[in-house]
Every structure is written in structure tokens, then in C-alpha cells.
């Protein structure tokens, strides 16, 4: 991660808005296809997975802070390509990122991809959700 998280956001919105809605959607599904499993410590203990409730599919996250550094999980079903789409681009954005860079990271992010012409606002809510959760328990988890 060689850049600052919002010079690395601010690229990967412009990105997706110079591109046609059709090609938006399918650099999504970039994101999806290589959104990273979990690791087997996960795998083992669902029950640490949090649940994002916002999202249509079933989709669930966990957050590490070690070292003032977030390292973030996401489990998405295949057949929900855009759910998964959306976990991996906070994945690829936020993982092993400062605990100050992902606390400082814009709320309003998942609207500057141009994405509100090409999936439902509904879908659009649950990334928004995904990245209210992962920073709660960043900040849960930073003041321990």
C-alpha cells in the first residue's frame, strides 16, 4: 500500500465514473471474483463473523487491529456478485490500512463510485452498511 488511502479511493472513483454503466458493473464484479476467502480461523468460528443485516444477501465481517493496523474479513456468497463486489473493493481500500486511515475514511464513499445508475439504492445501502459496521468495530477494538 504504497499510496494514502484517499488518494487510493479518490483513483478507484474516478475509475468507475469514467467508465459506462455497463462497464462500472462489471469492474464490480472484478471485485467480487477476487474478493479473498477467509482464513480457516474463521471458517472454524462463524460466530465471529458479524452479520450485515442491511445487505439482501447474507453477508458477514470481522475486523483485526494489531499493531495499528485493521486487517479486515469478508464473507460473501458467490451468487450475490455485487454484495461480494462491494466487501472486496472495502477490502482492497481498507485492509492493513492505519487504524487513523480507516476511522478517517469518508462515510460517503460508496456514493462517489457512480453506481446509483446501475444498482439499487437498496444495494447501495448495504455497502454504506458494511463500512459502518467495519469502522465500529475498528474503533470498538482500537480502545481496547
Known sequence: MSEPLAVAAKNL???FTAAGV????DFLLEFSDNLAPL????LDHPDLLERVEECQAPVFLFT???DGLVSTFFSAPEEAPTTRGFAGILHELLNLRSVAEVLAFSDEFP??????EAVSPLRLRGMRAMLYRLKRQVREKNAV
Open 13 to 15: 472513483a474516478e475509475e
Open 22 to 25: 455497463r462497464d462500472r458493473l
Open 39 to 42: 482464513p480457516q480461523r474463521y
Open 64 to 66: 483485526e487491529v494489531e
Open 111 to 116: 456514493d462517489t463510485l457512480g453506481l446509483a
